[in-house]
Every structure is written in C-alpha cells, then in structure tokens.
C-alpha cells in the first residue's frame, strides 16, 4: 500500500504558475506508474499527464506545452508544474499510482484560476 498527499494547490491569475506536489509515504522507486488527473465540477475525473518509473512521460492534449510532470525518487515525490494556467484548468488536482494492478489516489488539492 502506499499513502498519497497532495500539496501546492490554490488561487491564480490566467497565466500564472503553480507547482503541485505528492508525496508518497514510501520509496516510489518501483512504483511503474506516478500520475496527476484532474476532475472539474459537473465533469469526469480527467489523465493529466504520467510518468512511468522507466522515464516515459504523457501529458493530455489540453495541457502539452504548459504543464510538466516530474518524479524526485530520493523525495518519494511527484511534481506538476503548471504554467501559463487558463480558466480550464480549475479542477480538483489528484495524485494517482498504480501498482499490482491496483490503484492509489491522494485527497485532491484545488486549483483555481481566474480570468
């Protein structure tokens, strides 16, 4: 099992920036897959973006370019760093892991931004 807990959320501006962090309650080192989804109110918890312990990264269409996922093994952490934000992108921000076929979600950390 592993805990997850998310950090960084809050208030911005269009074009402004925030980082989240997740930080996992044991080594990630073997975790295959670290990831952040988002959920809108009214919409589908969404993938934002994952990093896989081998190095390989995706991001969503919808946040290429602007947002990049990160994993700090020595912190057992995942960053997301969110720049040049847009009002689309307020959402309840999850920290994900999948291990053994199983999955482990944080609280949720809120992102606003306002036009």
């Known amino acids: 099992q592993v805990q997850l807990v998310e950090s960084g959320g809050g208030l911005v501006q269009a074009g402004g920036s925030l980082r989240l962090s997740c930080a996992a309650s044991?080594?990630?080192?073997?975790?295959?897959?670290m990831g952040w989804y988002r959920q809108a109110p009214g919409k589908q918890r969404e993938l934002v973006a994952i990093?896989?312990?081998?190095?390989?990264?995706e991001y969503s269409d919808s946040v290429k370019g602007r947002f990049t996922i990160s994993r700090d093994n020595a912190k057992n952490t995942v960053y997301l760093q969110m720049n040049n934000l847009k009002p689309e992108d307020t959402a309840v921000y999850y920290c994900?892991?999948?291990?053994?076929?199983?999955?482990?979600w944080g609280q949720g950390t809120q992102v606003t931004v306002s036009s």
């Open positions: 990093v896989t312990k081998g190095g390989r990264i």
């Open positions: 044991r080594s990630i080192v073997s975790i295959p897959v």
């Open positions: 994900n892991v999948i291990e053994l076929d199983l999955d482990y």
